[in-house]
């Protein structure tokens, strides 16, 4: 039996080199170098081909921002009166066609420019661009012909001139100003309930929708009477009632308090000064109502 099984199983010497050079044949054939070689070629990128297409990646990458329309127009910059100004000049100094037509939007309600820094409050108008642009602009100063033609466009009942002390008024008091109607003596109200009273007659320009076009008709109508200032005591004041002050972050407003616990009562205005995050615009705006 086992004389048949090695007869049955046995290779010649011929037959056993034939086999092995079978195997350094297969062996050679799949080798990673032999089908890198003759089978694979590796694709080859090379930087030119792509070029083109990144660049018009890079130049494409940010439409549908309409923060960053403008910089997709070469502008041409020249002086320029910004009330009635075409669509196509405002294209011309840089603005997107969408941006132009807003501002001419604002017009056709019977919006006007009065002077330059008008054109800063139009949503249109990023800081960059009021920059780059306010060089150029060139308002004819006819102050009473322009308030002449704002009046004439007012839709409500025309009210006789008469001048109003905000700090004491009432909402139908303020109505008798010429210029105010329901909405804007409310968030008047509502601003001096935060702030404590009016210091200055500018601060109303920091009432929400009051933009100096407004403020300009209603300047000489008004009175501020600073007897009537609701103090805060700074040495007494907890987080509810500092809070009411629209000049300070909550940030702001901790650290007040937290220094007041470290270091003991406030003596004077300058004592804030010693707040890093209290910079001295922040410390002038709530200095008239601070008491020690």
């Given at each position: 039996?086992?004389?048949k ?11 056993y080199?034939?086999?092995l ?5 297969i ?15 590796p694709l ?7 070029k083109?297409?990144l ?11 309409e ?9 041409i910059l020249?002086?320029?009166n910004?009330?009635?100004?075409p669509?196509e000049?405002?294209i ?13 939007k604002y ?24 920059q ?6 060139d308002i ?7 308030y ?34 329901p ?23 920091e ?6 076009v ?10 501020i009477?600073k007897e ?5 005591h700074i040495?007494?004041?907890?987080f ?8 300070l ?15 003991g009562?406030?003596?004077?205005i300058?004592d ?8 001295p615009e922040?410390?002038?705006?709530i200095?008239?109502y601070?008491q020690?």
């Amino acid at each position: 039996m086992n004389q048949k099984f090695k007869e049955y199983f046995s290779i010649s010497r011929q037959e056993y080199r034939g086999v092995l050079v079978l195997f350094i044949l297969i062996g050679i054939l799949f080798s990673p170098y032999v089908y890198e070689r003759f089978f694979f070629k590796p694709l080859e990128i090379k930087i030119e081909t792509i070029k083109p297409a990144l660049t018009q990646i890079d130049k494409y990458k940010n439409i549908g921002d309409e923060n960053h329309e403008e910089e997709f127009h070469k502008p041409i910059l020249f002086k320029f009166n910004p009330n009635h100004l075409p669509v196509e000049d405002w294209i011309k100094l840089g603005l997107s066609e969408k941006q132009a037509l807003s501002i001419k939007k604002y017009e056709a309600k019977g919006g006007k420019f009065y002077k330059k820094e008008d054109v800063k409050k139009m949503y249109a108008i990023s800081p960059a661009m009021y920059q780059r642009l306010a060089p150029y602009i060139d308002i004819p100063e006819n102050k009473k012909e322009a308030y002449t033609t704002y009046d004439r466009k007012e839709s409500f009942p025309k009210k006789a001139f008469v001048m109003v002390d905000v700090n004491n008024a009432d909402s139908l008091q303020l109505l008798n100003i010429k210029g105010i109607g329901p909405a804007f003596a409310s968030r008047i109200i509502k601003y001096r309930n935060r702030l404590g009273g009016f210091i200055r007659k500018e601060q109303l320009m920091e009432v929400y929708g009051l933009d100096s076009v407004k403020y300009a008709q209603i300047e000489n109508q008004i009175l501020i009477d600073k007897e009537k200032i609701t103090p805060l005591h700074i040495n007494t004041a907890e987080f509810a009632d500092i809070k009411r002050f629209p000049y300070l972050s909550y940030k702001q407003m901790n650290a007040i308090i937290a220094y007041r616990k470290q270091h003991g009562a406030y003596k004077s205005i300058t004592d804030l000064s010693k707040i890093h995050i209290l910079n001295p615009e922040i410390i002038s705006k709530i200095a008239p109502y601070i008491q020690f």
